[in-house]
C-alpha cells in the first residue's frame, strides 16, 4: 500500500530535516524514501522561511552580517545539519589517498579535506548574503533553500545502484525540480526583476552537474552524500550569481568627489 503524499512529506522531513541517523544516511534502494524526495523543495521553503524570520528579527539588534550568520547557524541547527554533512562527506570521498585509490565515504567520518570544504562554503555563504542589499537577503533565502533541494534531487539522476540510497525515478526528479524552481519564478514575477533571477539560474544548474559528473566518476561518494553536496554548492552558487547582478547593475554607482 503506497503511501500518502502527507506521509512521504513527514518521512521526508524525518529523513532531510531533523538530525541525520545513520540508518538513514544510508537507506535502502528503492522504496518511499525515494518518492519522498520531491518534498525536499517544500521542506527547502520551509527552511527559508526559517531563515528569513530569524534574519529579520536578529537585524533589528545586530549588524546585517552578524545576523545572516546567525541564520545560517540557526537553519544549520534545526536540520540537524544533514546536507552540511554529505557536503563533507562528498569532499572527503573525491579525493584520492597517496596510493591513488578513493577512500569509501561513511556515514560518520569527516576528515580535514571536508572540513575545510564546509569552512570556506559557510564563508562565502557569509560573504555573498551580507554583500547584497539587506533588503533582498530574505528573498535570496526564500528562493535559494527550495532551488537548492530541487536541484539535489535531480542530481542524484543515473546514481541509482552504484551506491545504496533512495532510488530516484524521473517523475520525482522532474517535479522536485519544478517545485524548486516555483519560488524563484513567482518573486522574479512579483518583484519584476527577472534579469536577477536569471543570473542566479546561471551557476546553479552548473554546480549541479559539477556534483553530479564528479558522484558518477567517483564511486566512493554514495547519493545521500552526492545530495548534500549538490544542495549545498547549488545553494552558494544562486547566491553567487545574485551577487553578480547586484555588484554588476543593481548596486548604486559610486560618485567621485570633485575636488
Known amino acids: 500500500m503506497s503511501s500518502s503524499p502527507l506521509q512521504l512529506f513527514r518521512l521526508a522531513m524525518r529523513a532531510y530535516a531533523r538530525a541525520p541517523e545513520e540508518r538513514l544516511l544510508s537507506p535502502p534502494a528503492g522504496g518511499e524514501l525515494g518518492r519522498a524526495m520531491r518534498h525536499l523543495p517544500l521542506i527547502g521553503l520551509l527552511v527559508g522561511a526559517l531563515f528569513a524570520v530569524t534574519y529579520v528579527l536578529l537585524a533589528q539588534l545586530v549588524p546585517h552580517s552578524v545576523a545572516v550568520l546567525l541564520a545560517i547557524a540557526v537553519t544549520a541547527l534545526v536540520t540537524g545539519g544533514h546536507h552540511e554533512i554529505g557536503w563533507m562527506r562528498f569532499c572527503d570521498a573525491a579525493r584520492h589517498d597517496d596510493d591513488g585509490q578513493q577512500p569509501k565515504a561513511t556515514a560518520r567520518a569527516v576528515g580535514a579535506v571536508g572540513a575545510v570544504a564546509m569552512v570556506l562554503s559557510a ?123 547586484w555588484t554588476l547593475a543593481a548596486a548604486p554607482a559610486t560618485e567621485t568627489p570633485i575636488e
Not at 542530481?155 to 519544478?178: D, I, K, S
Not at 536569471?198 to 553530479?212: K, Q, S
Open 123 to 245: 564563508l562565502l555563504k557569509l560573504e555573498a548574503l551580507s554583500s547584497l542589499d539587506p533588503s533582498w537577503i530574505s528573498v535570496a533565502a526564500l528562493t535559494g533553500h527550495p532551488l537548492s533541494r530541487g536541484l539535489a534531487v535531480a542530481a542524484l539522476t543515473g546514481l541509482n545502484g552504484r551506491e545504496q540510497g533512495p532510488a530516484v525515478l524521473r517523475p520525482t526528479w522532474l517535479f522536485a525540480l519544478v517545485a524548486g524552481l516555483g519560488p524563484a519564478l513567482v518573486a522574479a514575477w512579483w518583484l519584476g526583476n527577472e534579469l536577477a533571477f536569471a543570473c542566479g539560474l546561471v551557476p546553479a544548474p552548473f554546480a549541479m552537474l559539477l556534483i553530479r559528473r564528479l558522484g558518477r566518476r567517483r564511486a566512493a561518494a554514495d547519493s545521500q552524500s552526492v545530495l548534500g553536496a549538490a544542495q549545498q554548492l547549488t545553494e552558494l552558487a544562486w547566491y553567487l550569481g545574485l551577487l553578480a547582478w
